[in-house]
């Protein structure tokens, strides 16, 4: 009877023991950096805070928030703030629903311009303070401080940045077989032949699948298109349905991006035909070109951590390596440089001293350099030195953001608003690559324009 | 995260469950002492308070905000334009129609295939096992049983070797294959096959259970009768469980027209196979248009009342009966 009883509550226990033990394993025991082995003397202006929390979201997972976690460590060392960063990849669907229950974090980085004027919409934003306002002048050009900005008040910098638009080909193949980079689109259009034409494999690899955002590649060639052949003017009022989503001119970029993504010459390099554009993944469509049934692949400058699946450095990624991406050509010779890209807005929800010395810290030169020192992305920030970069393709990218010529322009379906930018213009695309008319298609995707 | 801050969140959840003992304890403690005038009316009223409280809160309170929405534009006027857009754009009137085809085909398939199972294996030797094997997909879940299904759907272009069962077999067989999720309207058949997999288990175990609740002094009555075993199912098993019946297609319907997670992990709602349900996700925070979102939960809402209304009758019938 004894043995019973003391068997009831020790089930329990011991359980417990146990899985409180296995949970152990969870933590990684992070020894608190020692404040005197940091060189404070950056971080002095923003002060120093006593037990200050600042909670921040953003869609960065994985490697790329550690190093995110690693790039403001001395920050927190010496401003005594505590950052919790929390990445998800359903952020950006989430966000406005936190916002509006007041759950947000104290501060989001917003990878869509359109959804930080939502959000500033609701009233759920609070504006930047001065320090982070004069950092955005000081360092950013005018078109991206507009991104964070909404009605004439200011709201937040921004953060990191990725060029689109590059076409990524195999160094070897073109050394070997002459082929030169082109400088206009008819020149792609004719080396693109050229290639079509010596038979052995078909010249572009494009993949679209990307789980329930499938279709969104597509929408990036035609944002290059809409950019390189009416210019910036006619983009701007497109992204804000200054002219309807059936002109004509969408209708022109669109048919120019059909010659290569409908047409069953150029794709699918490797891959099989037209209809298996929408299956391919887009992290994996490029590889063809490694083994050589490939040699076009449009990807924005983030796809070069894509060429080696495995981790290592197996493929190298430079101008006399085994890969490398040329930006997609103006469409004239003469025609200044003009390149898409995205990145995120830094916006706060709560209005504390920490938070804003957090997002002044973010939004200078000392925390751009800090964290594209450590690899894989790029800002456009002007004080950063593109030598710190970890790439040959970074520095590049770099200089074409810092080139006060380059005419730069949001990823349009980023700014769109989210019933076309983040639905009808994805499934658009794939709509139309399966076989619908562009006309058909221009018409659905500009029927689900909000009336508001 | 540190081993302190993990004993600091296992000691806020032994607090939260000590405060909440607490706090029933308590409230227990009152309603036994409640004065003793009326004190089944205190009793009853004060066991109810947590489950009302919890169905207003989560439930109605909801469904009526959801409701006003669906009348609303972004900018919070009344419109009519959500429903408009609905029923006039070619993507949404799809989403419908697919809606209904679900609805027609994988209850009742699952239904009657369920039941043929359950009759045919019943008091048959390893009854258990065959059970047990039908069973099993019900224990995966609805984004598992996806992905493991798409693998079976699977295609690979050309002379590439096809990895996907239905490919394969299609090819050995001579055939070319084909992109199954891709074409319509054969991906919506392939999608709602997956419900019915997973479907057809639940079932098979509830109208098993309910056959064997069948008096075996009816069947042996219509045995002694000379009916045959068809007419002794169709006159004697099937009224026997009709209560069983309704349960378990009116539980597999709204399952269906909720379904959700099989058509976003199998096709995202491309190429023609969007379904109410999903469309209410993507385009309330996807695509941030809460108002059409609404709109169509609403749509929902309605497609599911008379199902419950029907089951609800049903089942007061039957106890009428008794």
Same mark, same amino acid.
């Given at each position: 009877?004894?043995?019973?009883?003391?068997?009831? =509550?020790?089930?329990?226990?011991?359980?417990?023991?146990?899985?409180?033990?296995?949970?152990?394993?969870?933590?990684? +025991?992070? @020894?608190?950096? +020692?404040?005197?082995?940091?060189?404070?003397?950056?971080?002095?202006?923003?002060?120093?805070?006593?037990?200050?929390?600042?909670?921040?979201?953003?869609?960065?997972?994985?490697?790329?928030?550690?190093?995110?976690?690693?790039? =403001?460590?001395?920050?927190?060392?010496?401003?005594?703030?505590?950052?919790?960063?929390?990445?998800? $990849?359903?952020?950006?669907?989430? #966000?406005?629903?936190?916002?509006?229950?007041?759950?947000?974090?104290?501060?989001?980085?917003?990878?869509?311009?359109?959804?930080?004027?939502?959000?500033?919409?609701?009233?759920?934003?609070?504006?930047?303070?001065?320090?982070?306002?004069?950092?955005?002048?000081?360092?950013?050009?005018?078109? =991206?401080?507009?991104?964070?900005?909404?009605?004439?008040?200011?709201?937040?910098?921004?953060?990191?940045?990725?060029?689109?638009?590059?076409? =990524?080909?195999?160094?070897?193949?073109?050394?070997?077989?002459?082929?030169?980079?082109?400088?206009?689109?008819?020149?792609?259009?004719?080396?693109?032949?050229?290639?079509?034409?010596?038979?052995?494999?078909?010249?572009?690899?494009?993949?679209?699948?990307?789980?329930?955002?499938?279709?969104?590649?597509?929408?990036?060639?035609?944002?290059?298109?809409?950019?390189?052949?009416?210019?910036?003017?006619?983009?701007?009022?497109?992204?804000?349905?200054?002219?309807?989503?059936? +002109?004509?001119?969408?209708?022109?970029?669109?048919?120019?991006?059909?010659?290569?993504?409908?047409?069953?010459?150029?794709?699918?390099?490797?891959?099989?035909?037209?209809?298996?554009?929408?299956?391919?993944?887009?992290?994996?469509?490029?590889?063809?070109?490694?083994?050589?049934?490939?040699?076009?692949?449009?990807?924005? $400058?983030?796809?070069?951590?894509?060429?080696?699946?495995?981790?290592?450095?197996?493929?190298?990624?430079?101008?006399?390596?085994?890969?490398?991406?040329?930006?997609?050509?103006?469409?004239?010779?003469?025609?200044?440089?003009?390149?898409?890209?995205?990145?995120?807005?830094?916006?706060?929800?709560?209005?504390?001293?920490?938070?804003?010395?957090?997002?002044?810290?973010?939004?200078?030169?000392?925390?751009?350099?800090?964290?594209?020192?450590?690899?894989?992305?790029?800002?456009?920030?002007?004080?950063?030195?593109?030598?710190?970069?970890?790439?040959?393709?970074?520095?590049?990218?770099?200089? #074409?953001?810092?080139?006060?010529?380059?005419?730069?322009?949001?990823?349009?379906?980023?700014?769109?608003?989210?019933?076309?930018?983040?639905?009808?213009?994805?499934?658009?695309?794939?709509?139309?690559?399966?076989?619908?008319?562009?006309?058909?298609?221009?018409?659905?995707?500009? @029927?689900?324009?909000?009336?508001? | 995260?540190?081993?302190?801050?993990?004993?600091?969140?296992?000691?806020? *959840?032994?607090?939260?469950? &000590?405060?909440?003992?607490?706090?029933?304890?308590?409230?227990?403690?009152? !309603?036994?002492?409640?004065?003793?005038?009326?004190?089944?009316?205190?009793?009853?009223?004060?066991?109810?308070?947590?489950?009302?409280?919890?169905?207003? !809160?989560?439930?109605?309170?909801?469904?009526?905000?959801?409701?006003?929405?669906?009348?609303?534009?972004?900018?919070?006027?009344?419109?009519?334009?959500?429903?408009?857009?609905?029923?006039?754009?070619?993507?949404?009137?799809?989403?419908?129609?697919?809606?209904?085809?679900?609805?027609?085909?994988?209850?009742? !398939?699952?239904?009657?295939?369920?039941?043929?199972?359950?009759?045919?294996?019943?008091?048959?030797?390893?009854?258990?096992?065959?059970?047990? !094997?039908?069973?099993?997909?019900?224990?995966?879940?609805?984004?598992?049983?996806?992905?493991?299904?798409?693998?079976?759907?699977?295609?690979?272009?050309?002379?590439?070797?096809? %990895?996907?069962?239905?490919?394969?077999?299609? *090819?050995?067989?001579?055939?070319?294959?084909?992109?199954?999720?891709?074409?319509?309207?054969?991906?919506?058949?392939?999608?709602? *096959?997956?419900?019915?997999?997973?479907?057809?288990?639940?079932?098979?175990?509830?109208?098993?259970?309910? /056959?064997?609740?069948?008096?075996?002094?009816?069947?042996?009555?219509?045995?002694?009768?000379?009916?045959?075993?068809?007419?002794?199912?169709?006159?004697?098993?099937?009224?026997? %469980?009709?209560?069983?019946?309704?349960?378990?297609?009116?539980? %597999?319907?709204?399952?269906?027209?909720?379904?959700?997670? /099989?058509?976003?992990?199998?096709?995202?709602?491309?190429?023609?196979?969007?379904?109410?349900?999903?469309?209410?996700?993507?385009?309330?925070?996807? &695509?941030?248009?809460?108002?059409?979102?609404?709109?169509?939960?609403?749509?929902?809402?309605?497609?599911?009342?008379?199902?419950?209304?029907?089951?609800?009758?049903?089942?007061?019938?039957?106890?009428?009966?008794?």
């Amino acid at each position: 009877m004894r043995l019973t009883r003391h068997r009831r =509550w020790m089930t329990p226990v011991v359980a417990a023991a146990a899985i409180g033990l296995a949970l152990t394993a969870c933590t990684g +025991d992070i @020894a608190e950096e +020692d404040a005197a082995d940091v060189d404070c003397g950056p971080y002095e202006e923003y002060g120093t805070f006593d037990g200050a929390d600042v909670t921040v979201g953003g869609t960065i997972l994985d490697i790329e928030a550690d190093r995110l976690n690693e790039s =403001w460590a001395d920050f927190e060392t010496c401003t005594g703030i505590d950052v919790a960063y929390q990445g998800s $990849s359903e952020f950006e669907a989430q #966000i406005a629903v936190l916002a509006e229950g007041g759950n947000a974090p104290d501060v989001g980085f917003i990878p869509q311009p359109g959804l930080v004027q939502r959000l500033a919409d609701g009233g759920w934003l609070i504006p930047g303070s001065e320090a982070v306002e004069a950092n955005a002048d000081e360092w950013w050009s005018e078109d =991206w401080k507009q991104y964070g900005t909404h009605d004439g008040t200011f709201y937040g910098a921004p953060l990191m940045a990725s060029i689109k638009g590059y076409v =990524w080909y195999s160094v070897a193949e073109f050394e070997e077989k002459g082929y030169e980079i082109p400088a206009t689109l008819d020149e792609l259009t004719e080396l693109s032949a050229t290639i079509a034409a010596e038979g052995d494999h078909k010249p572009w690899c494009v993949g679209l699948e990307s789980g329930d955002a499938t279709g969104w590649p597509g929408t990036d060639w035609v944002e290059d298109y809409m950019l390189r052949l009416h210019g910036p003017d006619v983009y701007d009022q497109w992204v804000t349905h200054g002219i309807p989503f059936n +002109d004509p001119q969408v209708a022109e970029a669109f048919d120019a991006v059909g010659e290569y993504l409908k047409n069953d010459d150029m794709v699918n390099g490797g891959i099989g035909d037209v209809s298996t554009l929408v299956t391919e993944a887009f992290q994996t469509a490029g590889l063809p070109i490694i083994d050589g049934s490939c040699s076009l692949h449009h990807q924005a $400058s983030f796809y070069e951590t894509f060429w080696n699946p495995e981790g290592g450095d197996e493929v190298t990624v430079a101008s006399d390596g085994d890969v490398f991406g040329f930006l997609l050509p103006p469409a004239e010779a003469g025609d200044p440089l003009s390149v898409t890209g995205g990145g995120e807005i830094v916006v706060a929800f709560r209005e504390a001293e920490e938070v804003e010395a957090y997002r002044a810290y973010l939004s200078s030169d000392t925390w751009a350099n800090n964290r594209v020192s450590l690899g894989g992305v790029i800002s456009a920030n002007r004080g950063l030195d593109p030598e710190v970069a970890s790439s040959e393709l970074l520095v590049q990218s770099i200089e #074409i953001l810092q080139d006060p010529e380059t005419t730069f322009r949001f990823d349009g379906s980023d700014l769109m608003p989210g019933a076309v930018g983040a639905d009808s213009f994805w499934k658009g695309i794939v709509a139309w690559v399966t076989g619908q008319s562009t006309a058909q298609v221009l018409d659905t995707i500009e @029927a689900s324009w909000p009336t508001s | 995260m540190t081993t302190a801050d993990l004993l600091g969140k296992i000691l806020q *959840v032994v607090m939260g469950l &000590a405060v909440f003992a607490a706090v029933v304890g308590l409230l227990i403690f009152f !309603i036994d002492k409640a004065p003793k005038k009326g004190r089944d009316y205190w009793q009853l009223g004060l066991f109810l308070l947590p489950g009302m409280l919890f169905v207003a !809160i989560g439930l109605v309170y909801p469904a009526i905000r959801t409701s006003l929405l669906a009348f609303q534009d972004n900018s919070g006027d009344w419109t009519l334009d959500n429903f408009i857009w609905m029923f006039t754009q070619p993507a949404a009137i799809r989403t419908l129609i697919n809606t209904v085809i679900w609805v027609a085909l994988a209850p009742i !398939i699952s239904t009657v295939i369920g039941l043929a199972y359950a009759v045919f294996i019943d008091k048959s030797r390893g009854e258990r096992y065959y059970k047990v !094997i039908l069973f099993m997909p019900i224990a995966i879940s609805f984004v598992g049983a996806s992905v493991i299904w798409r693998f079976v759907y699977e295609y690979r272009s050309g002379d590439r070797e096809q %990895i996907g069962l239905l490919n394969a077999l299609v *090819v050995a067989f001579g055939g070319e294959p084909v992109q199954w999720m891709q074409t319509a309207p054969v991906n919506t058949i392939l999608l709602i *096959v997956i419900m019915i997999w997973i479907q057809t288990g639940f079932a098979m175990v509830l109208l098993s259970a309910a /056959i064997k609740g069948v008096p075996t002094e009816q069947i042996e009555a219509a045995q002694l009768d000379g009916t045959n075993a068809w007419q002794r199912f169709r006159n004697v098993t099937v009224p026997g %469980i009709r209560g069983s019946l309704v349960v378990v297609f009116t539980t %597999i319907s709204i399952a269906t027209l909720k379904v959700f997670d /099989i058509v976003r992990t199998m096709t995202a709602g491309n190429f023609d196979t969007s379904v109410v349900a999903n469309e209410m996700y993507t385009q309330a925070f996807r &695509a941030s248009e809460i108002g059409r979102g609404s709109a169509l939960a609403l749509i929902l809402f309605v497609f599911v009342l008379p199902i419950i209304i029907y089951n609800v009758n049903v089942l007061r019938k039957q106890r009428e009966i008794r």
